[in-house]
């Protein structure tokens, strides 16, 4: 087997594998030994078809086959032989020289970056602090999840912060849009869950009041049926509900088990105090690869940057009710996300090499005891056994990528230890 290496760009190498006659004419030997044991052609016994008839009958099969297994049973030491380690499946192109056979693999690689300085980087940082009035609002926070939905008196009218249900049909032209209607549609005012025009024109209503509301669609509306048209609503308020909220006292704060309102307030000052310290050292953390990155241009492979983009793409699509929006409001709202996410896809990835070559620059591995913590710390989050875990992890070949994971986190400790922390006066 001969390999070369071409370097093509900074994120792309092309390996050339030339096979020897003997490699290639061995495995179309054994493909065609298969397929003579396995042939049924009308007029002939099973494995007693002669070799010209099989080899007209199924020559496309034994020509696809032989380039599958010249692949795979040469791909991994060609690459090994070559030096080069793929970040994506490589593209495969077969060719043929005179006496030999063989493939080239295109192949991304991750690009030599020149390593800025990261060791002692100087970060300001706001200071961690809780008020009294933090601990307030987070109280009053507990309060509104807690609170009762009753219906309000008779003849009351709606007011933001209550909750009402609607029944509505839109028009267009005087005729009824289809599907922009509901008998029984849940809304609490001011969330602006609707358009806030809409859920503004609510207010002042009461139960079993009427009334016609015109509202604008912008041009980027995601149905792009109503999409720069002009609907009337015609709406009926059903009901008016609205919260009662809980006393702050002893019998609350027990109930969020607690001993006293002091014992509360204390509590929730000290988680408090944890959320802004956690998400301190996620500022910590991003200054230091925003000053890291900063004028440095890092390559990023572009068919590993498109599969990173699809999965953050579907896995927020996946959050969406598919089954209320069509297969065209889907699509525009993928496209919209693609706009969005491209970015952030392309910078989280050179933070992960520029982090990769750190961790490798300076000796930063995941042991076996590394691994086993990190399964230990899954299984607490996600409530399963360490060995339901650990077989996930192995059966799916997902081992490399959680020793990617702690390595990284390591370096970014490793990083975070060596800066210099100033806080803000």
Partial sequence: MKVQVETLDSVRKKVEVLLPVETVDGIREAIYNEVKRNAKIKGFRPGKIPRP???????????????KKMVENTMYAALLEAKVEPVMEPIVEFLEKEGETGYTLECEVMPEIELPLYKGIEIEIEQVAVS?????????????MHAEIIPKSEGAVAESGDFVVIKYQGYHNGEPVKEVMAEAYPLELGNARLMPEFEAALV???ENEEKDIEMPFPEDYPDKSIASKTLIFKVTVKEIKQKKLPPVNDD???????DSTDALKEGTKAELLKEKENNRQREITQKIMETMLKDLEVPVPKRLLEKRLEGMIEETASRYQSGKLSEEEMASIKERMREEFGKRAEDRLKVEMLLAQIGEKEGITADDKDVEEQIKKIAEETNKTYNEVKNIYEQY?????????????????????SAVIKEKA
Wanted: charged share 35%.
């Fill in 132 to 144: 009294d009035e933090d601990v307030d609002k987070r109280v009053e926070g507990l309060q509104q």
């Fill in 204 to 206: 002042g209503m009461k």
């Fill in 252 to 258: 609350f704060a027990k109930d969020l088990n607690y």
């Fill in 397 to 417: 070949n997902l081992m490399g990528g959680l020793k990617s994971t702690i390595i990284e986190e390591k370096t970014i400790s490793f990083l975070k230890e």
């Fill in 53 to 67: 008839i099989i080899t007209q009958y199924y020559k496309d099969y034994i020509d696809e086959e032989s380039k």
